[in-house]
């Protein structure tokens, strides 16, 4: 299976390419707005790592809050969820920064979300559609994210659209100290739509 490539900012641990890197992360984030706002699509959904670790400058914060205010000005609505190196722990980098005031979303608007464990979900009354996220607040979990989790009772709209950093379970694969879930719970999740960003960890 293929995994994508990561797309997260990088500032650290990278010596004298640390710049470049991080150039070339912020121009793929572009073209990637650039994209999104030719084709006029309705949603953008980043299944987290935007951030390579919580121990961000300001600087770069509203460098990548100014991008994503690209999508807010073109009234594309875009959901985030936080990943494995910008972890939604105590430090986390959307607890230090509102990302979408930085973006310039209106307040009390749906135009750019983050999704945590204490805001699962956002209802997007405009495309009949609620998108869940299923964040952690560590980077390894005890259980599934999917563990018991079934929308198929939501009435709220029609379309339902998961989000999750993690990693479909393949035997002998996997580490099953990562983020996994399992096909029989995506099957079981009532989910229209699931947008995954996946690892690169693997059990030896």
Not at 68 to 78: K, W, Y
Not at 122 to 132: E, W
Not at 168 to 180: H, M, N, Q, S, Y
Request: glycine share 6%.
């Amino acid at each position: 299976m293929r995994r994508p490539r990561s797309t997260a900012l990088r500032c650290e641990q990278l010596g004298e390419q640390a710049t470049a890197q991080r150039e070339r992360q912020f121009a793929a984030l572009a073209r990637t707005i650039d994209l999104a706002t030719a084709e006029r699509v309705d949603l953008v959904l980043v299944c987290g790592d935007l951030f390579d670790s919580n121990a961000q400058p300001r600087r770069t914060v509203e460098r990548a809050a100014t991008e994503l205010g690209r999508l807010v000005a073109a009234r594309i609505r875009t959901v985030l969820i936080p990943g494995i190196h910008d972890v939604y722990d105590r430090a986390s980098v959307y607890r230090a920064y509102d990302l979408a005031e930085l973006a310039g979303a209106p307040e009390g608007s749906d135009l750019l979300t983050v999704l945590t464990p204490e805001r699962p979900s956002i209802l997007l009354p405009a495309l009949d559609a609620v998108v869940y996220g299923r964040v952690l607040s560590t980077a390894r979990a005890s259980e599934s994210p999917l563990a018991g989790f079934d929308v198929r009772s939501d009435e709220r709209a029609a379309w339902k659209i998961g989000m999750i950093h993690g990693s479909l379970a393949i035997p002998g694969r996997t580490d099953p100290a990562e983020v996994v879930f399992t096909r029989e719970e995506v099957e079981a999740s009532g989910l229209d739509y699931l947008a995954l960003r996946s690892e690169e960890h693997t059990s030896e």
